[in-house]
């Protein structure tokens, strides 16, 4: 069996690569820019303008503009100088809050997510190239249209939505790892619902982001995804938790799309995984990696 790592940002290069995302918003690493920002804490969430600054080693504050604030914070912070990813904030009293230690969002690399919070900063011209609305967005990839709608996960008054296209296949397992590599062209939106009545579908005025290629292991022995930056993540089913539920969603459209309108939760254990929470986060590097 292949060695694996699990991943943690312990280094400066781990922690570069997962914020060079958030650290093109600025123009400089100790610079404020404007950007788009949507939090979340507690039964709360307020989408506007923040004033985002990078530090060196990849953390980073947003100050909510316009005298906004949510869950009693109108600065939120992520800390990468420890072993893991932490998130706080402070009002405007100076009170600080501790929203725990987070992670990077595995779908929507924008946000980092805690037991207590999520924090999502997104380039303002590239909110403001978002589709509201309308007829699917048509990815490029062979002109495939995004027909397929489902939900992704809804929690904490906030709903992520996913748009795919019919999957394709790219390649295959090996003997030792069995399965298929399957892409298919996707995009997501989130939308806040602050009564908690969640929609059975995206509502007609989801900003839409632009579509991407996403790319899926389907295998009963390793199912896994794609980061952006080319590693593999097992997922650990049929074990599914609040962390690995939309990512779920999205991995069973597109491996199982006859059944995967059922029950996220339930429907890996029906369809035969066994891989187990022990795999929770364990990355591989490359495709060879993850089929040895």
């Given at each position: 069996m292949a060695s694996a790592t699990v991943v943690e940002l312990?280094?400066?290069?781990?922690?570069?690569?997962y914020l060079l995302p958030l650290l093109a918003l600025c123009a400089?690493?100790?610079?404020?820019?404007?950007?788009?920002?949507?939090?979340?804490?507690?039964?709360?969430?307020?989408?506007?303008?923040?004033?985002?600054?990078?530090k060196k080693d990849g953390s980073f504050t947003a100050a909510l503009k316009g005298g906004t604030s949510v869950g009693g914070a109108n600065q939120v912070m992520l800390d990468l100088s420890g072993a893991r990813p932490h998130l706080s904030a402070s009002g405007a009293d100076g009170a600080k809050l501790d929203w725990g230690d987070a992670r990077r969002d595995p779908v929507d690399k924008a946000?980092?997510?805690?037991?207590?919070?999520?924090?999502?900063?997104?380039?303002?011209?590239?909110?403001?190239g978002t589709t509201a609305?309308?007829?699917?967005?048509?990815?490029?990839?062979?002109?495939?249209?995004?027909?397929?709608?489902?939900?992704?996960?809804?929690?904490?008054?906030?709903?992520t939505w996913y748009r795919q296209s019919q999957p394709w296949q790219v390649g295959e397992g090996s003997a030792a790892v069995p399965g298929r590599v399957m892409a298919v062209m996707q995009t997501t939106a989130q939308t806040g619902h602050p009564t908690g009545d969640y929609p059975d579908s995206a509502p007609a005025d989801a900003k839409w982001r632009p579509p991407v290629e996403a790319r899926y292991f389907c295998s009963m022995k390793r199912p896994a995804f794609q980061s952006e930056?080319?590693?593999?993540?097992?997922?650990?089913?049929?074990?599914?938790?609040?962390?690995?539920?939309?990512?779920?969603?999205?991995?069973?459209?597109?491996?199982?799309?006859?059944?995967?309108?059922?029950?996220?939760?339930?429907l890996?254990?029906?369809?035969?995984?066994?891989?187990?929470?022990?795999?929770?986060?364990?990355?591989?590097?490359?495709?060879?990696?993850?089929?040895?």
């Open positions: 312990k280094t400066e290069e781990n922690r570069m690569k400089a690493p100790a610079a404020a820019a404007e950007v788009a920002c949507s939090i979340t804490a507690g039964d709360q969430t307020i989408e506007g303008p923040c004033a985002f600054a990078a946000c980092w997510v805690s037991l207590s919070a999520r924090v999502c900063a997104r380039e303002v011209a590239a909110v403001a609305g309308g007829p699917a967005p048509t990815a490029s990839a062979g002109d495939r249209p995004l027909n397929v709608d489902f939900t992704g996960r809804c929690h904490m008054d906030a709903c930056v080319g590693s593999w993540t097992v997922l650990p089913l049929p074990q599914v938790f609040g962390a690995t539920e939309t990512i779920t969603a999205a991995y069973l459209h597109v491996c199982h799309p006859d059944v995967a309108g059922g029950d996220p939760y339930d890996p254990g029906t369809l035969g995984y066994t891989a187990g929470g022990d795999v929770m986060g364990v990355t591989y590097p490359d495709l060879d990696a993850l089929l040895r």
